[in-house]
C-alpha cells in the first residue's frame, strides 16, 4: 500500500501567518492516465472532514482562495495564506491513484 | 444541498454483527460512487470499502474484507455497511462518503460511532 508521509506532526501558527504542510507518498501518485489523485481534507474538532483540495492543486467549491495546493510525483504541498482561526484542525491528504486509498497520519494546527 | 445520514451504530459484542445506513439526498445518488471511511477514536482515517454507481462492483481493504459488505438501493438513496464478525478494532466512527470525480470524497455524513466491546 502506499505510504503518506505528513510533515509536521503538528503545527502552531498566529492569526494572519501563512503555513505549510507536506505530504510525501511512498511511490509516485501520477496515474498512467496523466491524472495525479492527491487530494487534502480538514476535519475541523468535532466535525466530519471536508474536502479542501483535489487533484494536487483544484479549490474544491466554497473553499476560500487562502487554501492552495502544489507538487507531483511523489511530493507534495497544502498553503494556507493568512491563517484565520476557522482553519484550526488536523489536516490530511489522500491518494486515490494506487489502490487502496490511503490517508496520510494528519497535521493538527493549532494556535500559538 | 447534499446530505448524507448515517444511522446503526450502537455497542456490539465481539464477534457480533451490525448494519450502517447512509441515506442521501440532494444529488442524483444512483450516478455516483458511495465510501465508507471509518476513524477509530483518537486516530486518523482509514477507507472501509467503495462501491460503484449500479452496486455490481465492490471493494475493501484487507483488514475488513471477507467480514463487510457494501450495498446500496439506488430506489431509496441508501448505501449499506453489513458489518460481521466485529473486532475490538472496529471500534471507530464510520463516516458515509460521496464519491465525486477525479477520485475524491466530496461530501462527507456527520459519522455514526461503533463499539465493539464485551
Known amino acids: 500500500d502506499v505510504v503518506l508521509t505528513q510533515t509536521p506532526p503538528t503545527l502552531s501558527a498566529t492569526i494572519g501567518q501563512s503555513v505549510s504542510i507536506s505530504c510525501r507518498s511512498s511511490q509516485s501518485l501520477l496515474h498512467s492516465n496523466g491524472n495525479t489523485y492527491l487530494h487534502w481534507l480538514l476535519q475541523r474538532p468535532g466535525q466530519s472532514p471536508q474536502l479542501l483540495i483535489y487533484?494536487?492543486?483544484r479549490l474544491e467549491s466554497g473553499v476560500p482562495n487562502r487554501f492552495s495546493g502544489s507538487g507531483s510525483g511523489t511530493d507534495f504541498t497544502l498553503k494556507i495564506s493568512g491563517v484565520e482561526a476557522e482553519d484550526l484542525g488536523v489536516y490530511y491528504c489522500v491518494q486515490g491513484t494506487h489502490a487502496p486509498y490511503t490517508f496520510g497520519a494528519g497535521t493538527k494546527l493549532e494556535l500559538k | 444541498e447534499v446530505q448524507l445520514v448515517e444511522t446503526g451504530g450502537g455497542l456490539v459484542q465481539p464477534g457480533r454483527s451490525l448494519k450502517l445506513s447512509c441515506v442521501a439526498s440532494g444529488f442524483t445518488f444512483s450516478s455516483y460512487w458511495m465510501y465508507w471511511i471509518r476513524q477509530a477514536p483518537g486516530k486518523g482515517l482509514e477507507w472501509v470499502s467503495s462501491?460503484?454507481?449500479?452496486?455490481?462492483?465492490?471493494y475493501y481493504p484487507d483488514s475488513v474484507k471477507g467480514r463487510f459488505t457494501i450495498s446500496r438501493d439506488n430506489a431509496e438513496n441508501t448505501v449499506y455497511l453489513q458489518m460481521n464478525s466485529l473486532r475490538s478494532e472496529d471500534t471507530a466512527t464510520y463516516y458515509c462518503a460521496k464519491g465525486g470525480p477525479q477520485r475524491r470524497f466530496d461530501y462527507w455524513g456527520q459519522g455514526v460511532m461503533v463499539t465493539v466491546s464485551s
Open positions: 487533484s494536487v492543486s
Open positions: 462501491i460503484n454507481t449500479d452496486g455490481g462492483s465492490t
